[in-house]
């Protein structure tokens, strides 16, 4: 079964080290800003990456279908850049974030943001292996006994 009943996507893989580009969008005031006004916290300006395979690959791919928070596209220094996706999720008692932008050079990666340094908080390095549990609200799915 790809989806837990209730809703809940359960997604593991292998902390990996990122380009440096999620630093550097989410220092973006019109992404952080969307960011806080959607969580209602103070975004850490940094994503974690979590490479994917098998079957959470598979799972994050479709999750990318589903409804999430909606961050708009916007302009800003004479660029387009394009919107994104934001899920509730947690790694083990760590509320967390996952983060689908619509532009994106990953493939089978899942960003996750917080409002502190994950591999800090949970004392993560490359190659540690993780598992992300992503809140998705699938019709149908939580709706009946």
Do not use: C, W
């Not at 999430?68 to 974030?97: C, N, W, Y």
Request: hydrophobic share 40%; proline share 4%; aromatic share 8%.
């Amino acid at each position: 079964m790809l989806f837990a009943k209730g809703g809940e996507v359960r997604l593991k893989g292998r902390v990996v080290r990122g380009m440096g580009e999620g630093r550097y969008y989410l220092s973006l005031k019109p992404y952080s800003e969307a960011i806080k006004k959607l969580t209602e916290t103070e975004v850490y300006p940094g994503t974690l990456n979590i490479a994917l395979d098998g079957l959470s690959a598979i799972k994050f791919r479709a999750l990318s279908s589903f409804p999430g928070m909606e961050i708009m596209p916007f302009k800003a220094e004479g660029r387009s850049f394009g919107g994104a996706k934001l899920f509730r999720a947690r790694i083990g008692d760590e509320q967390v974030h996952v983060i689908i932008p619509q532009r994106t050079h990953y493939q089978d990666v899942v960003e996750v943001i917080s409002e502190k340094s994950l591999r800090e908080a949970l004392d993560l390095s490359d190659g540690s292996v993780v598992e992300v549990v992503v809140e998705v609200n699938i019709p149908g799915i939580g709706d009946r006994d």
